[in-house]
């Protein structure tokens, strides 16, 4: 492996959610050291056997650990797929310890609208380009609905 070349990911939530992105990126022919975090050991067992699946090269390192304390000081990506109840406190805690180039957010994102606004303020002043993961953004009755709402906001 060339060290120069590889990313450093960190796929917080091991469950479905987040055993179904460990697989996608056990597909690409990037090279990732890929940290795979959850407090459940049966999901880091779930989410090992699924990378095990479809992985069939060497290109990747993966870490299956039960603390964010094992992630290194700079993540290039990070796709927390926890449940939407302690996600403000994933995200803060992972914007303390580690430097953070872009997120990836599981939909519901948070319980409370109030959390919305601390969660953004945090990732605009580190720097953090986020996305939410949200399919169904391109089934047509959404965008039909989006559609729908903006021409209402401009009665």
């Given at each position: 492996m060339n060290?120069?070349?590889?990313?450093?990911?960190?796929?917080?939530?091991?469950?479905?959610?987040?055993?179904?992105?460990?697989?996608?990126?056990?597909?690409?022919s990037k090279e990732f050291q890929i940290y795979v975090i959850d407090p459940n050991e049966n999901a880091l067992i779930l989410a090992k056997q699924?990378?095990?699946e479809v992985s069939k090269s060497t290109n990747s390192?993966?870490?299956?650990?039960?603390?964010?304390?094992d992630l290194p000081g700079t993540i290039d990506l990070a796709i927390i797929a926890t449940t939407a109840n302690v996600r403000r406190k994933i995200i803060e805690n992972l914007l303390d310890?580690?430097?953070?180039?872009?997120?990836i957010l599981?939909?519901?994102?948070f319980q409370k609208s109030?959390?919305?606004?601390?969660?953004?303020?945090?990732?605009?002043?580190?720097g953090v380009k986020?996305?939410?993961?949200?399919?169904?953004r391109?089934?047509?009755?959404?965008?039909?609905?989006?559609?729908?709402?903006?021409?209402?906001q401009n009665i």
């Amino acid at each position: 492996m060339n060290t120069e070349n590889i990313y450093n990911i960190a796929v917080i939530g091991a469950g479905q959610l987040g055993s179904r992105h460990l697989q996608g990126l056990a597909k690409s022919s990037k090279e990732f050291q890929i940290y795979v975090i959850d407090p459940n050991e049966n999901a880091l067992i779930l989410a090992k056997q699924r990378f095990e699946e479809v992985s069939k090269s060497t290109n990747s390192i993966v870490s299956y650990r039960q603390s964010m304390s094992d992630l290194p000081g700079t993540i290039d990506l990070a796709i927390i797929a926890t449940t939407a109840n302690v996600r403000r406190k994933i995200i803060e805690n992972l914007l303390d310890k580690c430097s953070i180039k872009y997120l990836i957010l599981e939909k519901v994102v948070f319980q409370k609208s109030e959390d919305f606004k601390p969660i953004q303020k945090r990732l605009l002043e580190k720097g953090v380009k986020a996305w939410v993961n949200c399919a169904r953004r391109s089934y047509s009755f959404y965008k039909n609905l989006t559609y729908f709402y903006f021409k209402i906001q401009n009665i």
